[in-house]
Protein backbone atom coordinates (compact mmCIF):
# COMPACT_ATOMS: atom_id res chain seq x y z
CA UNK A 1 0.00 0.00 0.00
CA UNK A 2 1.83 3.05 -0.91
CA UNK A 3 -0.77 5.37 0.86
CA UNK A 4 -0.61 7.89 3.62
CA UNK A 5 -0.42 5.37 6.66
CA UNK A 6 -1.15 5.96 10.42
CA UNK A 7 -0.03 4.34 13.68
CA UNK A 8 -2.31 3.31 15.96
CA UNK A 9 -5.51 3.32 14.64
CA UNK A 10 -7.37 4.32 18.00
CA UNK A 11 -6.01 4.78 21.20
CA UNK A 12 -7.94 4.82 24.81
CA UNK A 13 -5.87 6.49 27.32
CA UNK A 14 -6.48 7.91 31.18
CA UNK A 15 -6.63 11.78 31.57
CA UNK A 16 -2.85 12.98 32.16
CA UNK A 17 -0.61 10.45 30.59
CA UNK A 18 0.97 10.97 27.29
CA UNK A 19 0.00 9.81 23.87
CA UNK A 20 2.12 9.88 20.86
CA UNK A 21 1.01 9.22 16.56
CA UNK A 22 3.14 8.24 13.71
CA UNK A 23 2.25 9.29 10.15
CA UNK A 24 4.02 7.63 7.44
CA UNK A 25 3.43 9.80 4.59
CA UNK A 26 3.60 9.27 1.08
CA UNK A 27 6.47 8.40 -0.48
CA UNK A 28 8.77 11.53 -1.49
CA UNK A 29 5.84 13.92 -0.77
CA UNK A 30 7.68 16.65 0.84
CA UNK A 31 5.10 18.45 2.97
CA UNK A 32 3.01 16.82 5.77
CA UNK A 33 -0.22 18.14 7.56
CA UNK A 34 -1.71 17.47 10.65
CA UNK A 35 -5.42 18.00 11.09
CA UNK A 36 -7.85 17.27 14.18
CA UNK A 37 -11.60 16.11 13.60
CA UNK A 38 -13.89 15.94 16.50
CA UNK A 39 -17.40 14.19 16.04
CA UNK A 40 -19.80 16.05 13.67
CA UNK A 41 -17.47 18.39 12.84
CA UNK A 42 -14.95 18.86 9.31
CA UNK A 43 -11.00 18.61 10.08
CA UNK A 44 -9.29 21.35 11.64
CA UNK A 45 -5.82 22.53 10.92
CA UNK A 46 -3.01 21.72 13.65
CA UNK A 47 0.54 22.13 11.67
CA UNK A 48 2.72 21.62 8.56
CA UNK A 49 5.92 20.30 7.89
CA UNK A 50 8.19 21.17 4.74
CA UNK A 51 10.69 18.49 4.51
CA UNK A 52 11.66 18.42 8.41
CA UNK A 53 11.10 22.12 9.10
CA UNK A 54 7.64 22.74 11.24
CA UNK A 55 6.55 26.07 9.56
CA UNK A 56 3.02 26.91 10.91
CA UNK A 57 1.23 25.76 13.78
CA UNK A 58 -2.36 26.78 14.34
CA UNK A 59 -3.06 28.35 18.04
CA UNK A 60 -5.65 25.32 18.39
CA UNK A 61 -1.71 23.30 19.25
CA UNK A 62 -1.11 24.02 22.94
CA UNK A 63 2.03 23.88 24.29
CA UNK A 64 1.16 20.50 25.57
CA UNK A 65 1.28 19.22 22.02
CA UNK A 66 4.45 18.92 19.64
CA UNK A 67 5.69 17.81 16.13
CA UNK A 68 8.18 16.44 14.62
CA UNK A 69 9.24 15.03 11.45
CA UNK A 70 12.77 13.82 11.99
CA UNK A 71 14.77 13.35 8.59
CA UNK A 72 11.63 15.21 6.32
CA UNK A 73 10.02 11.34 6.46
CA UNK A 74 7.23 10.13 8.59
CA UNK A 75 6.36 12.37 11.62
CA UNK A 76 5.02 12.23 15.24
CA UNK A 77 2.40 14.02 17.04
CA UNK A 78 2.71 14.02 21.23
CA UNK A 79 0.48 15.19 23.25
CA UNK A 80 1.20 15.26 26.76
CA UNK A 81 -1.17 15.50 30.09
CA UNK A 82 -4.45 14.68 27.91
CA UNK A 83 -7.67 15.78 28.44
CA UNK A 84 -10.95 14.42 27.37
CA UNK A 85 -11.23 17.85 25.39
CA UNK A 86 -8.32 16.08 23.19
CA UNK A 87 -10.69 13.16 22.30
CA UNK A 88 -10.64 13.49 18.27
CA UNK A 89 -9.87 11.94 14.97
CA UNK A 90 -6.24 13.14 14.09
CA UNK A 91 -5.20 13.22 10.58
CA UNK A 92 -2.10 13.10 8.82
CA UNK A 93 -2.10 14.14 5.05
CA UNK A 94 0.84 14.45 2.89
CA UNK A 95 1.14 16.88 -0.96
CA UNK A 96 3.94 17.44 -2.95
CA UNK A 97 4.68 20.68 -3.83
CA UNK A 98 6.04 22.33 -7.19
CA UNK A 99 2.41 22.81 -9.07
CA UNK A 100 -0.39 25.18 -9.42
CA UNK A 101 -2.49 23.02 -7.51
CA UNK A 102 -1.40 19.26 -5.03
CA UNK A 103 -4.01 17.36 -3.79
CA UNK A 104 -3.47 16.35 -0.17
CA UNK A 105 -3.93 12.55 0.45
CA UNK A 106 -4.79 12.15 3.94
CA UNK A 107 -4.64 8.17 6.20
CA UNK A 108 -7.38 6.42 7.77
CA UNK A 109 -6.72 8.39 11.16
CA UNK A 110 -5.86 7.90 15.06
CA UNK A 111 -8.70 7.98 17.02
CA UNK A 112 -8.04 8.91 20.29
CA UNK A 113 -10.17 8.19 23.45
CA UNK A 114 -9.08 10.11 26.77
CA UNK A 115 -11.28 8.58 29.90
CA UNK B 1 -18.34 33.12 12.85
CA UNK B 2 -16.73 30.40 11.18
CA UNK B 3 -14.99 30.79 7.88
CA UNK B 4 -16.56 28.17 6.14
CA UNK B 5 -20.28 27.66 6.56
CA UNK B 6 -21.86 24.05 5.93
CA UNK B 7 -25.22 22.59 6.80
CA UNK B 8 -24.67 19.02 8.76
CA UNK B 9 -27.60 17.82 7.21
CA UNK B 10 -28.40 14.86 7.55
CA UNK B 11 -29.54 14.36 4.05
CA UNK B 12 -31.69 11.67 3.24
CA UNK B 13 -32.71 10.34 -0.22
CA UNK B 14 -33.79 7.87 -2.79
CA UNK B 15 -31.31 6.27 -5.59
CA UNK B 16 -31.36 7.68 -8.17
CA UNK B 17 -32.27 11.49 -6.65
CA UNK B 18 -30.25 14.62 -7.79
CA UNK B 19 -28.16 15.74 -4.72
CA UNK B 20 -27.47 19.17 -3.80
CA UNK B 21 -24.63 20.25 -1.22
CA UNK B 22 -23.77 23.88 -0.43
CA UNK B 23 -21.04 25.92 1.43
CA UNK B 24 -21.07 29.52 2.40
CA UNK B 25 -17.91 31.17 3.27
CA UNK B 26 -16.89 34.56 4.54
CA UNK B 27 -13.15 34.94 3.17
CA UNK B 28 -12.67 36.57 -0.10
CA UNK B 29 -9.08 35.09 -0.65
CA UNK B 30 -9.70 31.83 -0.98
CA UNK B 31 -9.51 30.50 -4.23
CA UNK B 32 -9.19 26.91 -4.68
CA UNK B 33 -12.24 24.94 -3.69
CA UNK B 34 -12.68 21.30 -3.14
CA UNK B 35 -15.06 18.62 -2.10
CA UNK B 36 -14.36 15.35 -0.11
CA UNK B 37 -15.92 12.34 0.92
CA UNK B 38 -15.43 10.61 4.14
CA UNK B 39 -16.84 7.56 4.52
CA UNK B 40 -16.90 5.99 8.30
CA UNK B 41 -14.09 5.93 10.05
CA UNK B 42 -11.41 6.56 7.19
CA UNK B 43 -9.86 10.02 6.19
CA UNK B 44 -11.40 12.14 3.76
CA UNK B 45 -10.65 11.54 0.09
CA UNK B 46 -10.63 14.48 -2.77
CA UNK B 47 -13.61 14.48 -4.77
CA UNK B 48 -13.12 17.36 -7.04
CA UNK B 49 -11.25 20.97 -6.77
CA UNK B 50 -12.49 23.90 -8.26
CA UNK B 51 -10.07 27.30 -9.05
CA UNK B 52 -11.66 30.65 -8.81
CA UNK B 53 -15.54 30.77 -10.13
CA UNK B 54 -16.87 28.12 -12.63
CA UNK B 55 -17.92 25.19 -13.03
CA UNK B 56 -15.91 21.81 -13.02
CA UNK B 57 -17.90 17.81 -14.20
CA UNK B 58 -16.44 14.84 -13.50
CA UNK B 59 -18.93 11.80 -14.01
CA UNK B 60 -22.25 11.93 -12.03
CA UNK B 61 -20.84 15.12 -10.71
CA UNK B 62 -21.00 18.79 -10.53
CA UNK B 63 -18.90 21.25 -8.97
CA UNK B 64 -19.99 25.10 -8.80
CA UNK B 65 -18.02 28.02 -7.36
CA UNK B 66 -19.76 31.55 -7.33
CA UNK B 67 -16.75 33.97 -5.98
CA UNK B 68 -19.53 37.13 -5.80
CA UNK B 69 -21.44 35.07 -3.32
CA UNK B 70 -19.03 33.34 -1.40
CA UNK B 71 -21.25 30.15 -2.00
CA UNK B 72 -20.09 26.62 -3.21
CA UNK B 73 -21.82 23.38 -4.53
CA UNK B 74 -21.64 19.86 -5.49
CA UNK B 75 -24.24 18.15 -7.41
CA UNK B 76 -24.35 14.54 -7.24
CA UNK B 77 -26.41 12.94 -10.36
CA UNK B 78 -28.08 9.51 -10.28
CA UNK B 79 -27.33 8.65 -6.69
CA UNK B 80 -26.16 5.27 -5.57
CA UNK B 81 -26.25 3.93 -2.18
CA UNK B 82 -22.73 3.92 -2.45
CA UNK B 83 -22.75 7.64 -2.52
CA UNK B 84 -23.56 7.62 0.96
CA UNK B 85 -21.04 9.49 3.33
CA UNK B 86 -20.50 13.09 4.81
CA UNK B 87 -18.94 15.23 2.32
CA UNK B 88 -17.24 18.05 3.14
CA UNK B 89 -16.06 21.67 1.11
CA UNK B 90 -12.66 22.75 1.58
CA UNK B 91 -11.16 26.05 0.73
CA UNK B 92 -7.85 27.39 0.07
CA UNK B 93 -6.21 30.87 0.47
CA UNK B 94 -4.73 32.42 -2.86
CA UNK B 95 -1.51 32.51 -3.28
CA UNK B 96 -1.23 29.83 -0.62
CA UNK B 97 -2.10 26.60 -2.74
CA UNK B 98 1.57 25.27 -2.51
CA UNK B 99 1.06 25.95 1.63
CA UNK B 100 -1.97 24.34 1.07
CA UNK B 101 -3.45 24.58 4.66
CA UNK B 102 -7.01 23.32 4.56
CA UNK B 103 -10.43 25.12 5.67
CA UNK B 104 -13.12 22.56 5.86
CA UNK B 105 -16.76 23.19 6.35
CA UNK B 106 -18.44 21.18 8.89
CA UNK B 107 -19.52 18.27 6.92
CA UNK B 108 -23.08 17.04 5.31
CA UNK B 109 -23.90 13.33 6.33
CA UNK B 110 -25.72 12.01 3.02
CA UNK B 111 -27.81 8.89 3.29
CA UNK B 112 -29.09 7.04 -0.30
CA UNK B 113 -31.60 4.62 0.49
CA UNK B 114 -32.75 2.03 -2.53
Known amino acids: DTGVSQDPRHKITKRGQNVTFRCDPI?????LYWYRQTLGQGPEFLTY????????KSRLLSDRFSAERPKGSFSTLEIQRTEQGDSAMYLC?????????????FGPGTRLTVL | QKEVEQDPGPLSVPEGAIVSLNCTYSNSAFQYFMWYRQYSRKGPELLMY????GNKEDGRFTAQVDKSSKYISLFIRDSQPSDSATYLCAMIRAGGTSYGKLTFGQGTILTVHP
Open chain 2, 50 to 53: TYSS
Open chain 1, 49 to 56: FQNEAQLE
Open chain 1, 93 to 105: ASTDTGGSYNEQF
Open chain 1, 27 to 31: SEHNR
